[in-house]
């Protein structure tokens, strides 16, 4: 079949679109010691982890239930503690708690119901929490899931391209030009979430940076105000984002996801419009430092 020139500008746009991932997916094991990454990132050999990414490019931090090692999907957006995959539940043969607990979506509504089970022991992030309860997860995509809950008393760093990820409970101290500093924008709801102040195409917004997410979120209300158009591929549906602003750092998004951020939105001064992803977590080493209230980009 031969292609007419709008189907080869589509064609070469979703290329563009597709390798970029394909490398990502497939990164080879960092070169890096946990020394060496410690040192750079202020943090001591044992407070430093190696972490895996799956094939959307979520990061997996090592743990173990009960006696069985487990990979446990960080996800910065879960706001409800540990959860585990129904697959695993049963293997392990835990004992169902007989509590049931409902999901919402960004939007508010509702999404699904969770089961509780009775767990022994969940060791994650150097912490082993004992007698606890786990929800199930609505598949197996990952063995086991954890928020950002049970760091909000510490600092951690993840560094998607070397694969590593450091947690410590003393300060970050921001050292040269080329880190960036924000205030960490609080809501007494969702405790923990990640929100900066930023630009996308010269509008300011409140910026979600979530490893829950593989790509880069915009909300509906953005894509007039700051002039997106669609970018559709094969594999992806969305709009192209030119320009997103973080302090001194530029990022483009080829094909950003509409989304509806009215529920998260609830409690901050002005309303969340974008929520950043894999796309751009993998450009940068995020450095979230809950004591002190700030987030730093390298």
């Known amino acids: 079949m031969i292609l007419g020139q709008p189907q080869r500008t589509a064609f070469f746009r979703t290329m563009l679109l597709f390798f970029p991932w394909l490398f990502l997916n497939q990164g080879c094991q960092t070169a890096l010691d946990p020394v060496q990454w410690g040192k750079e990132h202020q943090y001591e050999a044992d407070e430093t982890v190696r972490i895996k990414m799956d094939r959307h490019h979520f990061p997996l931090v090592p743990g173990k239930i009960n006696t069985q090692d487990v990979q446990v999907f960080f996800d910065t957006g879960n706001f409800f503690g540990l959860q585990i995959g129904p697959d695993l539940a049963r293997a392990l043969k835990l004992t169902p708690s007989g509590s049931e607990r409902k999901n919402y979506a960004s939007d508010g509504t509702y999404r699904y119901s969770q089961k509780g ?20 997860m609505t598949d197996d995509t990952f063995e086991a899931s954890v928020g950002i809950r049970d760091l909000l008393d510490r600092r951690f760093t993840i560094d998607y391209k070397n694969r590593f990820m450091g947690i410590s409970s003393k300060p970050f101290e921001k050292r040269g030009n080329e880190i960036d500093e924000f205030p960490l924008i609080g809501n007494e709801t969702l405790k923990g979430m990640i929100v900066i102040e930023g630009y996308v195409n010269g509008i300011e917004t409140l910026v979600q940076i979530d490893t829950g997410k593989s790509r880069t979120t915009i909300d509906e209300d953005l894509i007039v105000r700051a002039g997106l158009k669609e970018n559709n591929s094969l594999f992806q549906r969305g709009y192209q984002v030119d320009l997103i602003t973080l302090g001194k750092k530029r990022f483009s998004v080829a094909c950003a996801k509409v989304a509806n951020f009215k529920a998260i939105s609830k409690g901050y001064p002005e309303p969340i419009l974008v929520g950043i992803g894999a796309d751009i977590l993998s450009r940068i080493v995020l450095t979230v430092d809950y004591p002190q209230k700030k987030v730093f980009i390298r």
Do not use: A, Q
């Open 117 to 136: 089970y009775d767990v022994g022991s969940f060791t994650v992030f150097r912490t082993e929490f004992k007698n606890l309860e786990m929800f199930e």
